[in-house]
């Protein structure tokens, strides 16, 4: 903590000593809504950005407000005797184009060039210095692994104010998400949109359940659970409606009723899954416990 | 001429068979290898109940506490294993869920016994009767499933043709199966005997039906009530139909099509309860905040009569924003009693309501007294010294065992990771760490 604070305090000095003497408007302000936990956007890319500036934040400029970003804004709260909430309000955003700079050109262009910096604005440093500080965390690790590669480069000019990560429910990764969603889309293609999340939940049920296998992956490709994982139209690409059940699902919404199992009454061949006590039909499946 | 004919005819033929052979080879190498997989995982299915059974043997010999938990725990791992085992062969379509419960419960309980001190508390009288009805049990199966074993390595049997078997629904005389419905038979009596109170976390003693205050709805009733809700037409074509009897409350699912937007619903049939419900429609680009969202969210939340309700997570999915709503009361949140909703971004239409959670947990829980016996400072000294601890409140979650307790929720900072440790209120145990983790990178575009 105590790092932090001096970092904070000299962030200040400087941001002072700048602001006497520069009054010149900042080249680009947030938009007006208000920015909360969870939010994604160019406002929150700004909003980290500003941050890391007078030294609050020292994660990745990703875009996403997540629970680095919103301790940064409640120190900076703290520190410039707001309400602390954690909320970025007008008050806050005034107070935080008032105290820092915000070149968003520059930011952007090193988004795009998929550059890791930990010290924007103040005094610069390449990013791998900062790296080797370490304790950064996971995101970091995974960011120096990358740095590696090429970047498509092209593809990030078209889309040059887009975030680098995204929003996942607690527990899931972007590809388990896709696993279900190919599920869900090979198995309830057609079907009513409440069929396929209930088919997503039932996948979820029986991750809950103690008889199933304990992954997303272990209970798709058990043999004989999904007929469309036996036969191969599993690997076809999923249409965006089939992801979006499963966020439904994954979000808590449970059109099956609890339901484990699930059947076609007109092409199921076991007698066994008509004695399991049913709860209800969506479309054209049956589901039951 | 006819010749030239002959020879291409011939040479055809000859390409045909290579062909056809090569193709046939090919087949077989794919079926035996599946078969192998099937093999394996029935094979180290036997060697682990073998193992467990010895493992249960051992330790009902057993009398220093110090040796029961790292056996105990052994026997978990192993009744894990075991059951990802079962996880690979093909019997999905075949009854052979009560010895995956089995299975599961050894697990349980040898986990639960395992983790608590058995030095203050020894292995009561009733917990060694148990031990000796799962050793009974499981050398059961494990003389079982040894015979299938005999049999299937004598006569050559193959996985293959269960598989087969099962998904043309003609068990007919097949050995491995009929063996394995022995097991069943052998682990339903296990399980249905009076051993229902040790395991309490079986998913049985959540399935009995919930009841409501209020009367009972007719279809017609309800048809009123939900073009009411959504300010529908009065001619849009509405489907109201029943659940069945698994259904753990009795409902209406309601659905209807308006065109462009495409509703399902679900009612209680006593009382009418809004449990969820979704909208579908082609959702625009985002052009309100999360915040405003959100706002939108807690108005009609409060309009259904949600009135102490907090919200304690919101994240934005692309094109529309998600809440979870928890109770709160005397400043405690009671995060099993949530209500999640969906908003789009593009208007602050609600797209979608559950509030399942919120109706079964606040209507079974009854009167619960949590005792208090430790201060918010007494809990954060409990925390590990090294998290920097950033906001305190008090709540109350469902733990481990899934018992409702009230604790003190910590959110804190170790390494620029954000932590939640919920410690107990009225013993100080640290029921649960959470690393919170909310956003991934995108791969394949940095």
């Not at chain 1, 590809?175 to 039932?202: C, F, H, K, T, W």
Request: aromatic share 10%.
């Amino acid at each position: 903590m105590g790092r932090l604070k001096l970092i904070t305090a000299i962030g200040i000095a400087v941001v002072f000593s700048i602001g006497l003497s520069n009054h010149a408007p900042p080249s680009q302000a947030f938009t007006e809504q208000v920015i909360q936990q969870g939010a994604v956007g160019e406002d929150v890319i700004e909003l980290q950005s500003r941050l890391q500036y007078i030294g609050f934040y020292n994660g990745k400029i990703d875009g996403v407000f997540g629970w680095g970003t919103y301790w940064a804004v409640r120190n900076f709260q703290n520190e410039f005797g707001l309400e602390v909430d954690g909320f970025v309000g007008q008050k806050t955003k005034d107070m935080l184009v008032k105290a820092s700079e915000y070149d968003q050109d520059w930011v952007q262009q090193q988004i795009e060039e998929g550059k890791e910096f930990t010290h924007y604005g103040g005094q610069k440093r390449p990013w791998s210095e900062a790296q080797q500080q370490g304790g950064q965390g996971q995101g970091q690790q995974e960011q120096q692994q990358d740095q590696g590669q090429d970047q498509p480069q092209e593809q990030a000019q078209e889309q040059p104010d887009e975030p680098t990560a995204t929003n996942v429910p607690k527990g899931f990764s972007q590809n388990d998400i896709q696993l279900m969603a190919q599920a869900v889309y090979s198995e309830a293609r057609g079907e009513p949109y409440s069929g396929q999340v209930a088919i997503a939940a039932v996948i979820l049920n029986r991750l809950d359940d103690s008889t199933f296998p304990d992954s997303i992956s272990g209970i798709v490709f058990e043999p004989l659970a999904f007929t469309a994982v036996a036969d191969g139209q599993f690997y076809m690409e999923p249409d965006e409606q089939a992801r979006e059940a499963v966020m439904d699902a994954i979000n808590g919404w449970d059109p099956s009723g609890g339901a484990t199992y699930y059947f076609n009454p007109d092409t199921a061949t076991s007698d066994w899954i008509w004695q399991r006590p049913q709860i209800k039909r969506i479309g054209k499946h049956v589901f039951c416990r | 001429m006819r010749w030239v004919l002959y020879i291409v005819l011939i040479v055809g033929l000859i390409s045909a068979i290579v062909y056809g052979y090569q193709e046939h080879q090919e087949k077989n190498a794919i079926l035996i290898q599946a078969e192998n997989n099937y093999q394996r995982a029935f094979h180290d299915l036997t060697y682990r109940i073998d193992l467990l059974n010895d493992k249960i043997s051992t330790v009902l010999a057993m009398n220093t506490p110090e040796n029961l938990s790292p056996e105990l725990t052994e026997i978990w791992k192993i009744s894990s294993e075991a059951q990802a085992d079962v996880g690979q062969l093909p019997l999905t379509l075949m009854p052979f869920n009560k010895t995956e419960e089995f299975l599961s419960n050894i697990g349980e309980f040898s986990y639960r016994v395992a983790i608590r001190g058995l030095d203050e508390e020894p292995l009561t009288e009733e917990e060694m009767d148990l031990l000796s009805q799962l050793h009974e049990s499981s050398n059961n199966i494990r003389k079982e499933l040894r015979t299938v074993q005999h049999e299937v390595l004598d006569k050559g049997l193959r996985w293959m043709d269960v598989e087969v078997a099962l998904a043309t629904n003609e068990p007919g005389d097949n050995t491995i199966i009929d063996g394995l419905k022995t097991i069943e038979d052998n682990s339903e009596e296990f399980n249905s005997t009076d051993n229902e109170g040790v395991f309490t976390l079986n998913s049985e003693s959540k399935s009995e039906e919930i009841k409501f205050e209020g009367k009972t709805y007719n279809e017609e009733e309800v048809q009123e009530f939900i073009t009411e809700q959504f300010e529908l037409d009065g001619n849009v074509d509405m489907n109201i139909t029943g659940t069945g009897d698994g259904a753990d409350i009795p409902m209406y699912n309601v659905s209807f099509d308006t065109g462009d937007l495409h509703g399902y619903a679900e009612l209680s049939q006593q009382g009418a309860n809004m449990i969820s419900y979704m909208l579908t429609r082609e959702v625009g680009e985002a052009q309100i905040s999360l915040n405003e969202a959100m706002i939108q969210a807690e108005e009609l939340l409060n309009g259904l009569g949600y009135d102490n309700i907090e919200m304690v997570e919101s994240s934005q999915y692309e094109k529309v924003g998600v809440f979870r709503f928890v109770r709160v009361e005397d400043d405690v949140y009671y995060y099993p009693d949530s209500l999640q909703v969906k908003v789009a971004l593009d208007n602050g239409d609600i797209m979608g309501l559950t509030a399942r959670d919120y109706i079964v947990n606040t209507t079974t829980r009854g009167e619960v007294d949590f005792s208090e016996n430790i201060t918010d400072e007494e809990a954060r000294d409990l925390v590990n010294p090294n998290i920097e601890i950033m906001e305190s409140r008090k709540a109350v979650i469902e733990n481990d065992l899934g018992e409702n307790v009230l604790c003190y929720e910590l959110v804190g900072v170790l390494n620029d990771q954000t932590y939640r440790v919920y410690i107990n209120a009225d013993d100080g145990f640290e029921e649960k760490v959470e690393k919170l983790k909310q956003s991934e990178q995108l791969y394949g575009i940095n």
